[in-house]
């Protein structure tokens, strides 16, 4: 902190429920907020000035707490409004409307990357390898075109954290097919993306800055007990059921055995990924690595997890950033950051 101006900070989180009017801090982390409670606790050992506000359906709060603390940033872990995830953009267009500095990526980024097709026909389109894949809206049939090859991943057009994908997602005749289309349509009220499957190494990778980029050590998702001949996806399960992963050896790890061209060949990847969805402040970029080499793009988590234990603090703190060092360095980028 030598030398740096002590700041005011609004950390601003999300609900899934209105929050009672007693309902303590304390409380709200206990549920489930793992982010939330590294965040505060790495601004309680960097010196700022920190308030916390949690939203649920209205900004109306969010206004006010701007007028009364006057932060000079807001930190945005707030990825979610009225129990939708695609809402996300706005939250971030009203601080930009509001000429507010915030952590993390403005809108423009949110929407390309929240749209699977959209953020795929940029990166196809500057001949970044993408699975090829089709789009069927709620209300169509599913259908699949004859171009697009089995097996296919069936998953919700713009959603996160796995919600909807499951082993089922991967499917292999035309029943299938139409009855996963189907199932996302109803269940999971939501477009579908249906992608040719891409087999390989699941590989994440963390990405920090707005301009000058530093790309930390590669992470894989690695499937040990999964036999060689099934589909290695990362389920909802497999991201959030401990269980799951222990019973089909699922570990995320640091990649072991690239060759440093290959490495350098990812990292450039990941630079120009970031760059054409406009991604901003810190995010993490999903790659297959295909038996002979290839790279394809999966998908592209601006503001990604950013709980302690998770791939991008692990990647920062393999790097060499401790983890109230990152924090400060998404502040700092969040300050610099040049908005609408
Ligand atoms: N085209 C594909 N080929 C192979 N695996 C895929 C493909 N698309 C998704 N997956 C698998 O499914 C996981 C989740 O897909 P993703 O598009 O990242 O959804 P989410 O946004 O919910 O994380 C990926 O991490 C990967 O394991
Ligand atoms: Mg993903």
Redesign the pocket.
């Known amino acids: 902190m030598a030398g740096r101006k002590r700041l005011k900070v609004l950390v601003l989180c999300d609900a899934v429920e209105p929050t009672h009017p007693n309902h303590t801090l304390a409380e709200y982390l206990a549920g489930d907020r793992q982010t939330e409670a590294d965040v505060l606790q790495a601004f309680g050992k960097l010196g700022h000035q920190t308030d916390h506000l949690v939203i649920f359906d209205s900004l109306e709060p969010l206004r006010q707490k701007l007028e009364g603390f006057q932060p000079d940033v807001v930190f945005n872990l707030a990825d979610q409004f009225r129990n939708n995830r695609a809402f996300d953009q706005n939250i971030v267009s009203f601080l930009e409307m509001h000429g507010i500095p915030f952590t993390g990526c403005g809108s423009t980024g949110l929407t390309l990357c929240k749209h699977?097709a959209i953020s795929k026909k940029i990166l196809g389109y500057h001949r970044i390898h993408v699975?090829e894949?089709v789009v069927i809206p709620r209300g169509r049939k599913g259908v699949r075109p004859k171009r697009l090859k089995f097996p296919i991943?069936v998953?919700?057009l713009k959603?996160?954290?796995?919600?909807?994908?499951a082993q089922a997602?991967f499917v292999e005749t035309d029943d299938q097919f139409r009855e996963r289309v189907q199932f996302i349509h109803e269940k999971y009220d939501n477009d579908v993306i249906a992608?040719?499957?891409?087999?390989?190494r699941?590989l994440y990778v963390s990405v920090i800055g707005n301009n000058r980029l530093q790309v930390f050590p590669i992470r894989e998702?690695v499937f040990k007990e999964v036999p060689p001949d099934e589909p290695?996806?990362?389920?909802y399960k497999?991201k959030w059921d401990e269980e799951y992963r222990k019973r089909w050896g699922l570990v995320n790890q640091f990649a072991v055995g690239l060759e440093p061209s290959l490495e350098r060949a990812i990292q450039q990847t990941c630079r120009r990924i970031y760059h054409l969805l406009t991604i901003d402040g810190y995010g993490r970029i999903?790659l297959?690595l295909t038996a002979n080499r290839e790279i394809?793009f999966?998908?592209a988590?601006p503001n990604p997890v950013l709980a302690a234990e998770e791939d991008f603090a692990q990647s920062a703190l393999k790097a060499g950033t401790e983890y109230p060092q990152l924090i400060e360095r998404i502040v700092r980028s969040g300050m610099s950051a040049l908005r609408e």
């Open positions: 699977k699975p894949f991943l998953k919700p959603e996160e954290a796995s919600y909807g994908i997602s992608e040719e499957y891409i087999e390989g699941e998702l290695k996806i990362a389920t497999a999903d297959r394809y999966i998908e988590n």
